[in-house]
């Protein structure tokens, strides 16, 4: 779905923007959609939204927008809802929704405990956006289709926002929402299966066989796309620590975690978390709602843990606590399982070094010795990093305005998204989503992201004083 002709009948509106207050929204993935939701619902006053993104579509973000329809997302609708104060808002749009209603009719009363395709997610957030938009008429948005290649702070406390194309007016605040990056074109446009990096080598095997890279939800994605679009070459998924998801129960895991006082070493919180794994599967419940009920503490944890066992946390045990968190569907599991046992799917446990015109060289876990692996294709699914050297991170950095996290994985932020440097806050600007996973824990999922939006949007409206005239 395209944004310039929803924005058409409102472009001449963007003339009212003089004098309002103007807020900057840089990537319009999940997170920018997600803040734009908030903002409209939460700011009374009327204001301007400028949403910066070269990607043209409007459909949730990468990871949860898919051309593929079989696509389906990893967390219960329950987990999905897009209103604050309202977890039920996502089952209740379904609920609404013949089309679906009729396909799913088992599923009647509710649909909170099912998992959806990424199109019907997508299709709610935007239908959210659309209805916020529509009841606000003292706001107006601007669609931009260009990259941010650097920001400003002028005098005062207005930002200039560099794009590729005519210079902006200056903004109030700014909001970063620029998860992981911009993404490959083909990936976004779900014509290919070959997401997001794949490179083609001489054949030298009798049979086809690709090598994926990584062992998170985009390898299972890709794994399974590439089997229902008919490949039946050898697949190798390479992994550094090997582990893939795990699986989601059948039914319902409602948060559970024992009420004694968590301990505050690296080491005693993760016995501590498997005896409670332990106990809740020797009482009849599971392990997953340990892990949700742990969901509701890993920020305080987080925060208390000094900065050498963070990092020791990231280097050992994200890999394991990743695949713990980040769940298939029972159905989608069973079928990964499937895959492996049949010996057409192979996980090989490695370090992968680099790609050659014939495949790849890894290091086996545990060897000395590097190894060549022949592939047709190599495909790199690992879930990378928000990277820092980006034009328009690496410019905010430089300027002061912002600092890397103590693990170098994004920026570091404050639980509203505020930017934290050495200790203050850098007013106007603010980074939500995947940007701030080095300083909170599962920001880069969707509940975490809605809160941090809605806290963002309230934080903004405290600070409600336009001073920066369009020009
Ligand atoms: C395969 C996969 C499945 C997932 N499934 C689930 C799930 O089931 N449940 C769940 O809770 N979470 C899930 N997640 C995680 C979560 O949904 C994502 O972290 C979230 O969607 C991130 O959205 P985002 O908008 O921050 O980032 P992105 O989706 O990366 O969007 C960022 C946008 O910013 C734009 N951009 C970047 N740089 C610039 C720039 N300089 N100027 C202008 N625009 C820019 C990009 O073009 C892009 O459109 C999944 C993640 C993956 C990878």
Known sequence: MTVQGFFSAKANAAAQAYAMPRIAVIGRGFSGMMIAIALMKTVRNPFHLQLFDPNSSVSGGQALASGHSSEILNSRVRDLSVSAGDPDDFNEWLCGNAPFRSAVPAAIPGFQQIFVPKSIFSDYVYQRFSEAFASRRDVTVQVSGEMVTGLRRLRGSCFLVESEGAANAPFDMVVLATGYGIADQESQSGESVNIPTAVRARRLVSRPHTVLLGSGLRVVDTLLQMRDGGYAGQITIVSRRGFLPQS??????????????????????????????????????????????????????????????????????????????????????????????????????????????????????????????????????????????????????????????????????????????????????????????????????????????????????????????AV
């Open 248 to 469: 989601h129960t059948r039914n319902n895991a409602e948060p559970v975690f024992p009420a004694d006082r968590m301990p505050n070493q690296l080491s005693e919180i993760i016995r501590f978390i498997r005896r409670a794994c332990e106990d809740a599967e020797a009482n009849g419940q599971s392990w997953q709602s340990v892990m949700n009920g742990l969901r509701k503490h890993a920020r305080s944890l987080w925060r208390a843990l000094p900065a050498g066992q963070k990092q020791r946390f990231n280097r050992h045990l994200r890999a394991l606590y990743d695949s713990h968190r980040n769940r298939l569907p029972e159905a989608l599991h069973v079928r990964l399982k499937q895959e492996l046992a049949e010996g057409n799917t192979l996980l090989r446990r490695g370090h992968f070094i680099r790609r050659t015109p014939t495949g790849l060289t890894l290091r086996p876990a545990g060897q000395q010795e590097i190894e060549q692996l022949y592939a047709d294709e190599v495909i790199d699914c690992r879930c990378q990093a928000p990277d820092l050297d980006a034009p328009l991170l690496r410019k905010l950095i430089d300027a002061g305005l912002a600092v890397p996290d103590e693990l170098g994985l994004g920026l570091a932020v404050e639980a509203t998204g505020a930017l934290a440097v050495d200790g203050r806050t850098t007013d106007g600007i603010f980074a939500i989503g995947p940007l701030g996973l080095g300083s909170l824990p599962d920001i880069d999922l969707v509940p975490e992201i809605v809160t941090q939006a809605y806290a963002a949007a309230e934080t903004m409206a405290e600070r409600f004083h336009p001073q920066c005239k």
